[in-house]
Structures are given as C-alpha cells and as structure tokens.
C-alpha cells in the first residue's frame, strides 16, 4: 500500500535523507524510530506529498505521490506532530470541511462517530482556541480519520494527550490496522512503538539501519547481545548511551 524506493532528500548540500526504502503492507503497524535529526520527519513529509523528494519514488495504493499526486492523497491521511487547525471553524465545521474535500458521504453519522471515539462528544461547537492542546491532536486525527483512508502517517500522535487518551488513541491506531489500513508511526516514544507496531524501521543519518520485528532485530548481527527491549535495541544501533 506505502512502497518507497530509494527515497532521497536533500536540502542545500544536505543529505537528510539517503536512499530510503520501505514497503508497508495493509494490516502493518509500522513503527518509524531514530534519534532527533535522523531524517523521519523529512520522510513522512515526502510519502505524503508535503515535499518534494530529490530523488527516488513513492506510491501509495499503486499511485504515485509525485505524478499522481491528488489521487494518490485520496489514499491516505497525515496526523502532525503539530495540530494545524482553522481559527474561526468549530470542531464540528472542520470535519464538515474534510468531508467536503474529500467527497464523503453520510458526513454526520461518520463524524459523531469518530467524535465519540476520539472523547470529543461535547465539544462540537468549540474554537480551537477553547480547546486543550490534546484535543486539538484529536480534532486533527478525527480529520484525518473521516474518509477512512487506506494509508495513514502518525507524527507523534500521543503529544498532549492524558493517560486515558492515550490508551484510546493507541486502540485506535492499531484497530485500523486491524481492518486492513497499511499505518507508520513516528515516535520517541519506544514503549509506544514496541506495544502497538507490527514491525520497526529504525533510521539514522538518513539511512535505514534496520528493519524487521522485534524478534527479528535481536536476532541482528550486532544486536543480538543488546537485550530485550526496544530502548536498549535502539541505543545500540545508533551508538547512542543511556
């Protein structure tokens, strides 16, 4: 469903991205890992179309993000670390909006469902400015949920949100998965990546340096004596010390 080849990015004379590839599948939770500076959001930012890769190619469901581009977006649904919402539209207004944009039909019945979902249910006549900055992260997510996208693209989706939004948010991430959506998760976050993602991409400088499952990376020549968990997995593939 998200199959990048060769992904290359560069800015000025720098590389932030060195022919990157990866392949998700429908039903994988693919978690996106690397120390700050790595080159992730740089590369979520070319899958959806954001900018413009330097080199390399991206499809998402078969259709090319850079030739194909509006069909290829219809496909899938980018969640920001930051929440970009409109000043003067409600909460109920910006999923009026999506709908709109996106063609989608039965809009209301869509729309009261991911509201109570996402623990917004009272909060469909509220500004953005009135809302906290958790659930500005949910009205967004809600956006980007209403067309019920095949490829979804999560940057730090649990930013804001209070123990019980994240539990929900994480059901809800991996219940997508679950009916078939191909989803990248880009987080600090290593316990997150570790409970929900079906697979782990870690970058750095650029590059993948490993990809597979859990099991799979310590099994890894050179990471096989690193331990169990994800953290100390991750510390010892990107030389970095506790």
Same mark, same amino acid.
């Given at each position: ?31 996106? #890992? ?8 740089? &590369? ?121 939004? #994240? ?5 809800? #991430? ?23 993602? &079906? ?33 100390? #997995? ?9």
């Amino acid at each position: 469903m998200i199959d990048v080849q060769h992904l290359t990015k560069v800015y000025g004379t720098f590389k932030a991205v060195d022919a990157f590839s990866v392949h998700v599948a429908p039903g994988e939770v693919v978690g996106l #890992i690397g120390p700050n500076g790595a080159g992730k959001t740089s &590369t979520l930012r070319c899958i959806v179309g954001i900018q413009a890769p330097s080199a390399g190619r991206i499809t998402v469901g078969g259709r090319d993000i850079v030739a194909d581009a509006v069909e290829a977006k219809r496909r899938l649904a980018f969640m920001a670390d930051e929440p970009q919402l409109f000043e003067y539209l409600t909460v109920m207004e910006h999923l009026r909006l999506t709908g709109r944009l996106y063609r989608v039909t039965n809009v209301e019945s869509r729309a009261r469902t991911l509201l109570d979902e996402l623990q917004l249910t009272g909060k469909e006549h509220a500004l953005p400015a009135e809302l906290s900055r958790g659930m500005k992260q949910k009205v967004a997510i809600a956006c980007g949920l209403l067309h019920e996208p095949a490829a979804m693209l999560f940057d730090e989706p649990l930013t804001g949100l209070d123990p019980l939004g #994240i539990r929900h948010m994480k059901e809800t #991430i991996v219940s997508r998965g679950r009916n078939g959506a191909a989803i990248i998760v880009s987080s600090h976050l290593l316990h997150l990546v570790e409970e929900i993602c &079906t697979r782990i991409v870690i970058i750095d400088h650029g590059r993948k340096i490993a990809d597979g499952t859990l099991a799979e990376l310590k099994a890894l020549p050179g990471l096989a004596a690193a331990g169990s968990s994800l953290e100390q #997995i991750f510390l010892t593939a990107t030389a970095r010390e506790p």
